[in-house]
Every structure is written in structure tokens, then in C-alpha cells.
């Protein structure tokens, strides 16, 4: 079967770095995305990888390696607004979106 | 620009009755989408589209059905409710099928009794 895990809730520190993580099994791979849902709000798009290494946009950045079926999504300088849930998800060899349950991030002061 | 947008915002509605969830993007893509989000588990996927007048079936279609009648609108049907499909209904939209960028509307929360 297809499975995303990502761990179910983080705690971290205003102005602190952290690093939500993301394993996957999927029945073929065309990339992997990150999202951000806020609560009762839409999941927005954050990052997409396809090939092995980092993207860097702004202070979020995602690594991939798709030997070890692993990403990485790692949020630098946080502010409270990024209290959120952050979801990882895989395109499969269909073309459809595996999803993962979401970690959510609470952000302390 | 609306993006995409959804009707009801909520709903709460007995078994056995017929709900269509509405959805209309105005960005002019070809491909669209329709999600289920409960808690505890990822987005799951119920129906595509991947262009007007072609729709696909994803993970959990049984109890719905869609249609795809021009670019804009791709609206959810539940023939005949039930308590299991209590949940919040997203619908999305990508520019292209494939590895692409999706959209997502603000969401409908559905109750059934």
C-alpha cells in the first residue's frame, strides 16, 4: 500500500529552527509538495521537490532524497503565524496526490 | 481574482438526502479536484478532472459523483447521504494534470445526521 508518515504534532520556539520530517512509500513518485493549512482555513502550497537536495525560499526550505524515501521541511526564524499544520504529500505513478495526515506546529512565545 | 470558491461554507443535512457540494475557479485551469479531509488522516482523493468534460475516479469515489460540464465548475454530488461522509470537502484546481501546483478552495463543512 501507499503511506505518508509525518509525526503528528512538533513544539517549537519563536525565533528557533525547526525540522518536520516525512517518509514515504508510494507506488511510483513525480514529486513531492509541502503545504500549509492554518485551522478551519485551505491548505496553500509551500514547495515542491523532484529531484535529490534542498530548495530554499525565503525562511522554509524542503529536502529530498528519493533513495531513502525522505523529505524534509525546515522552517528558520519561526513566527508565531506559522503555528499551523504543515502537510506532506507525494504524486504517485497516476498522477494523484498521496497525502499525509499533517504535522501541526504550535509555536511558543 | 476569486481564485476558487466553494457553496455552503457549511451544512448539516439528514441521512438519505441528496447534496451538491458547488465549486467554480476562475483562473482558467484545466484540471480539478475534489478532497475529503478528516481528522486524524491525510486529504483523500474522491474525483477528478483533468480537463472539462472528461472526469476520474480517486481513492474514495463510492457515494459520489461529479461533473465537469465547462472549465469553471465542478460540482460533488451525494446521491443519497450518509453519516460517514460527515467531513470537510475541499475542492482544488492545477493549471495542468500531472505534477503541478493545486489551488484549494476555502472548503465546505458537511454534517450528515
Given at each position: 500500500?501507499?503511506?505518508?508518515?509525518?509525526?503528528?504534532?512538533m513544539?517549537a520556539t519563536e525565533g528557533a529552527i525547526v525540522?518536520i520530517?516525512?517518509?514515504?512509500?508510494?507506488?511510483?513518485?513525480?514529486?513531492?509538495?509541502?503545504?500549509q493549512?492554518h485551522?478551519?482555513?485551505?491548505?496553500?502550497?509551500l514547495?515542491?521537490?523532484?529531484?535529490?537536495?534542498?530548495?530554499?525560499?525565503g525562511r522554509f526550505?524542503?529536502?529530498?532524497?528519493?533513495?531513502?524515501?525522505?523529505?524534509?521541511l525546515?522552517l528558520k526564524e519561526l513566527q508565531m503565524k506559522d503555528s499551523a499544520s504543515y502537510?506532506?504529500?507525494?504524486?504517485?505513478?497516476?498522477?494523484?496526490?498521496?497525502?499525509?495526515?499533517?504535522?501541526k506546529l504550535i509555536i511558543k512565545? | 481574482?476569486?481564485?476558487?470558491?466553494?457553496?455552503?461554507?457549511?451544512?448539516?443535512?439528514?441521512?438519505?438526502?441528496?447534496?451538491?457540494?458547488?465549486?467554480?475557479?476562475?483562473?482558467?485551469?484545466?484540471?480539478?479536484?475534489?478532497?475529503?479531509?478528516?481528522?486524524?488522516?491525510?486529504?483523500?482523493?474522491?474525483?477528478?478532472?483533468?480537463?472539462?468534460?472528461?472526469?476520474?475516479?480517486?481513492?474514495?469515489?463510492?457515494?459520489?459523483?461529479?461533473?465537469?460540464?465547462?472549465?469553471?465548475?465542478?460540482?460533488?454530488?451525494?446521491?443519497?447521504?450518509?453519516?460517514?461522509?460527515?467531513?470537510?470537502?475541499?475542492?482544488?484546481?492545477?493549471?495542468?494534470?500531472?505534477?503541478?501546483?493545486?489551488?484549494?478552495?476555502?472548503?465546505?463543512?458537511?454534517?450528515?445526521?
Amino acid at each position: 500500500g501507499q503511506n505518508i508518515d509525518q509525526p503528528t504534532e512538533m513544539t517549537a520556539t519563536e525565533g528557533a529552527i525547526v525540522q518536520i520530517n516525512c517518509t514515504y512509500q508510494t507506488s511510483g513518485f513525480n514529486g513531492l509538495f509541502w503545504y500549509q493549512q492554518h485551522a478551519g482555513e485551505a491548505p496553500t502550497f509551500l514547495s515542491y521537490n523532484v529531484l535529490d537536495g534542498l530548495e530554499e525560499k525565503g525562511r522554509f526550505s524542503s529536502f529530498l532524497s528519493r533513495s531513502k524515501g525522505y523529505s524534509y521541511l525546515l522552517l528558520k526564524e519561526l513566527q508565531m503565524k506559522d503555528s499551523a499544520s504543515y502537510l506532506c504529500a507525494v504524486m504517485d505513478s497516476n498522477y494523484q496526490l498521496i497525502w499525509g495526515a499533517g504535522t501541526k506546529l504550535i509555536i511558543k512565545p | 481574482i476569486a481564485g476558487i470558491t466553494q457553496a455552503p461554507t457549511s451544512q448539516i443535512l439528514a441521512a438519505g438526502r441528496r447534496m451538491t457540494l458547488r465549486c467554480t475557479q476562475d483562473m482558467r485551469h484545466n484540471a480539478m479536484y475534489w478532497y475529503r479531509q478528516d481528522l486524524g488522516l491525510g486529504l483523500r482523493l474522491i474525483h477528478y478532472s483533468n480537463t472539462a468534460g472528461t472526469t476520474g475516479k480517486g481513492e474514495v469515489p463510492d457515494g459520489y459523483s461529479v461533473s465537469r460540464a465547462n472549465t469553471d465548475d465542478f460540482p460533488l454530488t451525494l446521491a443519497s447521504a450518509v453519516p460517514s461522509q460527515t467531513s470537510v470537502y475541499f475542492c482544488a484546481s492545477s493549471e495542468r494534470e500531472g505534477p503541478d501546483t493545486q489551488y484549494f478552495g476555502p472548503g465546505t463543512r458537511l454534517t450528515v445526521l
